[in-house]
C-alpha cells in the first residue's frame, strides 16, 4: 500500500503542480495533439478541460472518446533530463452537460481564475476525461503504473 | 574567467573558484613559509568543460538512476566508474585544453609536477576532507599534466566522494574541482604532522620517511613518529619504524624499493629537525588559527609545506556506519598481492580440508549430546569462516576493481565493464560445475531409455555410467537438495538434481563457448599494445591478480557453501531426531539439549514466507519499466520464474528469467537455463552479474524491490545494455 501511497501522491503533486497538458485525439487514423489547460479530481479518477466546440479536438472526441494526455515538469533546460517527471494519461472523454458541470467547473476556475470568461462561454465545452491508466515516468527511464479499476 | 591562477596572485576572494587546499598554499606562501612552486587549475577551467562537453547533465543522469538511499556500495562504486569513463571519453575542448597544456608548459618547463584535487563549494567545508579525491605524483610535460588534471576532475565523483556526498555537500549543480599542480620536490625525508594530536588535545604529532611522503600518506611505508607538547614544543615521546623501503619517483610516478641498508640505520629526521617541521606547521596553525594537519618535505635542509588543511576526521553521526570499512576495501597492489597469496595457498585449501573433514563424519551414530556439541561445532566453524570471508575475500575482490580502473584509464572503451571479458575465461568452480551438469544432460538427451525411467520410477541402474557420473557430481558439489531448498531439507537423495537434468535434457545442449574467446584475445592484444615494453609486464601483472581475484569471487562462495552444507546436515540430522522423537519412534534421551542447541541458533525451521502484492483494490500499481544497472549486454524476452525460497528453483524452466533478491552462488546452477537474470542486489561484480556474464546472458541488477514487483509468470524484457527491466507486452 505504500508503493501506492507514493505514486498516487507523485502523481497528484505532478498534476497539480502543472497548469497545461498535451492532449491527443485521433480521427481516421490521423493522432492529433493539442495543448489544454486542465485539472484533475482530487481522486484521479477525472480529468476535465475546456475547449470550443468548433476546435478539431473536440470533433475528434465526438468521433473517437479514447484519447491519451501527456503531463510533465520540463523546464526546457538539460537538467530536465534527470529532474522531470512525466504522466500519460489515458481515458475515454465525453461532454459534460447541464448541472454536473458546477462542482467540476469550480475545481477548474480554483486552478485556471483567467480563464472564466472562455470556461462560461456557450460555445465552449466542459470535457471529462474517466481515467483508466496512468503511466508515471520518473528518473528518466523509470515507468510505473496506476490503473483505476470500476 | 581565468583558468589557471598561480599561487601568489590567488587571495581570499578566489576561494569559491581555487579550494580549500589552492587557497592554504596561497596563505602559507604570503606568510613567509616555503612552498614549492605552485599553479592552480580554476573551478571555472571544470565548469567550462563540463558545461562545453554536456557531461554535467550525463553526470546528473547516472547520479538519478535510482534513489542514493537506495543503492549499495558496490552500486555507488560502479556509478562512479561509469562517470569516470564518461570524463576519459570526452576530451577537453581544444581551446580549455591548449591554454592550460601552454600555462604548464611556461611554467614547469620539463620539472616533475604533483597534481592534487581542491575541491571546493559553495561554502568551502569539503576543502578539509583528505583521501575522498585523487592525487598524481611525478608527472611531467604540459600534456600528461593536463592528463591528470583531467583525472583529478573526475575525482570529484570517486565513490569516496559519492558515499560522502552529504558531508562534502556534493551536488551537480554546485559542486566543482580546482586542481593544484605543484612543483614535485624530490624531499630526502618527508612526512606528516598534526598541530594538535587527534587522541590528545595537548600534544603534537610529526611523522616521517624517508624520500617522499606518498608511501606514508598511502599507509605502504611505516613512519617514525614524534609525540610533542604542543606549549613547550619538546618531544615526548619517539617511536620508530622498521623502516624496510622508501618511495622513489620512476618513470611516470612512484614506486616502493627497498631502502639502503645505511640509510634505514638513522631516523629520518633529528631531534632538532623534528622541531623546525613542528614550529613549521605551528607556525601554518597561528596564521590560519586553527590546528592544522600539515605534509611536508626536506631538501638540501630546507622544509617545504606541500599542502596544510585543519586536522578534521570524517565521521558520522549514523552509529551504523560502515562507510570507513567500504573504503577500507581500496587496497594497493602490493596488499593485495599478499592477499592473494595467503587466500590461494592458505585459506582456500584449509576451507577445502576443513568441509572434507566434516563430511567424513557419520552423524547418525552420534549420542544426542554429542549431536548437539556438533551442531555447535559447526555453526562455530562456519562462523569462523564466514569472518574470513569478509575479512580477507571480500577486499580481495578489489583487484577486480584495480584492474578496471586500469584497463579503462588505458583502453577509454565505450563499455566501462569491457575489462570483464578480459578476466571471464576463468574456470570458476562453478561454471565447471555446470559443465558437468551439461554433460550428465547429455547423457539423458541421448538415452530415451534412461529419460523415460528417470521420469517414471526414478530409478537409476547402479552400475550405469550415468549413475557413476552422478555420484561422482554429488561427492563434488552435493546433490542440489540443500541448494534447492535452502538447506532446510537436505534429502541427501538424488531427485532434485535428476529433476534438474530432466529439464536441461528436454532442450538443446546449451552451446559452451558463448563466451566469445576470439573477442577476448582481441581485447587483450589490444589492451597491452596501450603500453610499451616496460609498462607491459605490470599490466600483465594488473590483470593476473585480477584474473585471480575474479575467479575467487564466486569459487569462495562455493567452498563455502560446502562448509555451510556440513552445518545445514548436522542441524537437519538434529531436527529429524526430535522429529522422530514427537512421533514417538525414539526414547527422548538428551533430546533437549539438540532442541535448545537449535533453538539457541534460531535456525528458521521452516522456509521464511514472503508477502506478495495482493490485487484486486480500485488502485492497482503495476511496474512497467525499471531501472537498475546494466550488469551483461545482451536482451532477452521470457517469463519470469521469481525464487522467494530455495525450493522455487525446482521449478525452473529452459527459458525463464531468472529473478530473485541475490543470486547465491550455490544456485548458480538453474543460471544456464536463464535467458536473463534480473537482481535486486546491485552491482556489476556480484554473483549474478558475473554468472550471467559467463553465459553471456542479458543481465540487470539492483532492481529495487524486484522480487516483489515482478511476479512469476510476468512476462518480462531484460535489456542489459540500458540497464532495463519492462514487465508485460505493453498492451493497453
Known amino acids: 500500500m505504500a508503493e501506492t501511497d507514493d505514486i498516487r501522491r507523485q502523481i497528484t503533486d505532478l498534476c497539480s503542480s502543472q497548469k497545461l497538458a498535451v492532449l491527443c485525439t485521433h480521427r481516421e487514423s490521423q493522432p492529433y495533439a493539442s495543448l489544454v489547460a486542465f485539472v484533475t479530481s482530487k481522486d484521479l479518477r477525472y480529468l476535465y478541460f475546456i475547449t470550443p466546440k468548433t476546435t478539431r479536438k473536440f470533433k475528434n472526441i465526438e468521433a473517437n472518446p479514447q484519447i491519451s494526455v501527456l503531463v510533465n515538469s520540463s523546464e526546457n533546460l538539460e537538467s530536465d533530463f534527470h529532474r522531470a517527471m512525466a504522466v500519460t494519461i489515458i481515458g475515454n472523454a465525453a461532454e459534460v452537460l447541464g448541472r454536473n458541470r458546477e462542482g467540476p467547473i469550480k475545481r477548474y476556475l480554483e486552478m485556471h481564475p483567467y480563464l472564466e470568461d472562455f470556461a462560461k462561454s456557450p460555445t465552449c465545452a466542459l470535457v471529462q476525461v474517466k481515467v483508466k491508466s496512468y503511466f508515471l515516468v520518473r528518473n528518466f527511464q523509470n515507468v510505473m503504473e496506476l490503473h483505476i479499476h470500476e | 574567467m581565468r583558468l589557471v591562477l598561480p599561487a601568489s596572485e590567488i587571495s581570499h576572494r578566489h576561494r569559491r573558484k581555487v579550494g580549500g587546499k589552492a587557497l592554504a598554499l596561497s596563505r602559507l606562501l604570503e606568510s613567509g613559509i616555503t612552498i614549492p612552486d605552485t599553479l592552480c587549475v580554476t573551478g571555472d577551467a571544470y565548469q567550462a568543460y ?57 611554467r614547469f618547463s620539463g620539472k616533475a609536477v604533483a597534481v592534487r584535487s581542491s575541491a571546493l563549494d559553495e561554502d568551502g567545508s569539503a576543502a578539509s576532507f583528505a583521501g575522498l579525491h585523487e592525487s598524481f605524483v611525478n608527472i611531467r610535460g604540459g600534456e600528461s599534466i593536463l592528463k591528470h588534471v583531467h583525472l583529478v576532475w573526475a575525482s570529484l565523483w570517486s565513490d569516496a566522494a559519492l558515499l560522502y556526498r552529504q558531508e562534502i555537500g556534493l551536488s551537480v549543480e554546485k559542486s566543482a574541482m580546482a586542481v593544484v599542480v605543484q612543483e614535485l620536490i624530490a624531499g630526502e625525508r618527508s612526512g606528516v604532522a598534526f598541530t594538535r594530536n587527534p587522541n590528545a588535545a595537548s600534544q603534537g604529532v610529526v611523522e616521517s620517511v624517508h624520500g617522499l611522503n606518498q608511501g606514508l600518506v598511502d599507509g605502504i611505508v611505516e613512519p617514525d613518529r614524534w609525540i610533542l607538547d604542543r606549549r613547550t614544543r619538546e618531544i615526548i615521546s619517539h617511536t620508530p619504524a622498521q623502516r624496510k623501503y622508501w618511495m622513489v619517483p620512476d618513470k611516470d610516478g612512484v614506486h616502493k624499493a627497498p631502502l639502503p641498508l645505511e640509510v634505514s640505520q638513522h631516523p629520518p629526521l633529528k631531534q632538532k629537525e623534528v622541531q623546525t617541521v613542528f614550529d613549521t606547521a605551528m607556525q601554518a596553525e597561528e596564521f590560519f588559527g586553527a590546528p592544522q594537519d600539515v605534509e611536508w618535505t626536506v631538501r638540501d635542509d630546507v622544509t617545504y609545506l606541500l599542502q596544510s588543511r585543519a586536522v578534521t576526521t570524517l565521521q558520522s553521526e549514523d552509529g551504523d556506519d560502515n562507510r570507513g570499512w567500504y573504503l577500507s576495501l581500496h587496497r594497493s597492489f602490493d596488499n593485495l598481492k599478499v592477499l592473494r597469496h595467503r587466500i590461494e595457498k592458505e585459506l582456500i585449501p584449509a576451507m577445502i580440508r576443513e568441509a572434507d573433514r566434516l563430511s567424513k563424519l557419520d552423524l547418525s551414530v552420534l549420542s544426542d549430546q554429542d549431536l548437539a556439541e556438533e551442531v555447535k561445532r559447526r555453526w562455530e566453524i562456519n562462523h569462523k569462516w564466514v569472518n574470513i570471508y569478509w575479512e580477507e575475500f571480500i577486499p580481495f575482490a578489489h583487484g577486480i576493481r584495480l584492474f578496471g580502473q586500469y584497463y579503462n584509464d588505458a583502453v577509454q572503451p565505450d563499455d566501462s565493464y569491457e575489462f570483464i571479458d578480459l578476466l571471464s575465461d576463468t574456470q570458476m568452480v562453478s561454471v565447471k560445475r555446470n559443465q558437468m551438469l551439461e554433460e550428465l544432460a547429455d547423457i539423458i538427451r541421448n538415452d530415451i531409455g534412461l529419460s523415460e525411467k528417470l521420469r517414471g520410477s526414478g530409478q537409476i541402474d547402479e552400475t550405469s555410467v550415468f549413475n557413476i557420473k552422478v555420484e561422482r557430481f554429488i561427492r563434488e558439489y552435493g546433490d542440489l537438495s540443500c541448494s534447492v531448498t535452502g538447506g532446510t531439507q537436505c534429502l541427501h537423495a538424488k531427485e532434485p538434481l535428476v529433476n534438474i537434468l530432466l529439464e536441461m535434457a528436454t532442450h538443446p545442449s ?42 575467487l569471487r564466486d569459487d569462495d562462495n562455493i567452498y563455502l557453501g560446502r562448509i555451510e552444507a556440513q552445518l545445514l546436515a548436522a542441524i537437519q540430522a538434529a531436527r529429524h531426531r526430535l522429529s522422530d522423537l514427537k512421533q514417538e519412534k525414539r526414547p527422548a534421551g538428551d533430546a ?129 545494455y540500458l540497464g532495463i527491466v519492462t514487465v508485460g507486452s505493453g498492451e493497453i
Not at chain 2, 56 to 61: D, G, H, Q, T, Y
Open chain 2, 50 to 106: 563540463v558545461s562545453q562537453t554536456g557531461l554535467r547533465e550525463r553526470i546528473a543522469l547516472e547520479l538519478h538512476r535510482k534513489e542514493f538511499s537506495q543503492m549499495r556500495w558496490e552500486e555507488i562504486w560502479d556509478c562512479a566508474t561509469r562517470i569516470r569513463s564518461l570524463f576519459l571519453r570526452k576530451p577537453i575542448p581544444l581551446p580549455i585544453a591548449s591554454d592550460l597544456r601552454s600555462a604548464f608548459s611556461s
Open chain 2, 510 to 551: 546449451l552451446p559452451t563457448a558463448r563466451r566469445r574467446l576470439q573477442r577476448t584475445a582481441k581485447l587483450k592484444e589490444a589492451f597491452f599494445r596501450r603500453f610499451d615494453e616496460a609498462q607491459r609486464a605490470q599490466a600483465a601483472d594488473v590483470l593476473d591478480l585480477a584474473r585471480a581475484s575474479y575467479q
Open chain 2, 592 to 720: 533437549r539439549i539438540l532442541a535448545d542447541i537449535l533453538a539457541e541458533l534460531d535456525h528458521p525451521d521452516s522456509p521464511k514466507t514472503i508477502e506478495v502484492n495482493s490485487t484486486g483494490h480500485p488502485l492497482e500499481i503495476k511496474p512497467r519499466q525499471i531501472v537498475g544497472q546494466p550488469a551483461g549486454p545482451g536482451i532477452a524476452r521470457g517469463s519470469a520464474r521469481v525464487i522467494h525460497e530455495h525450493l522455487d528453483l525446482a521449478e525452473f524452466q529452459h527459458g525463464d528469467i531468472l529473478v530473485c533478491d541475490a543470486v547465491d552462488p550455490n544456485m548458480t546452477f538453474v543460471v544456464p537455463l536463464a535467458a536473463a537474470v534480473v537482481e535486486r542486489r546491485g552491482g556489476m561484480l556480484i554473483h549474478g552479474a558475473i554468472i550471467a556474464r559467463e553465459y553471456g546472458l542479458p543481465c540487470v541488477t539492483g532492481i529495487p524491490d524486484a522480487t516483489t514487483l515482478v511476479r512469476t509468470g510476468d512476462e518480462v524484457t531484460v535489456d542489459g
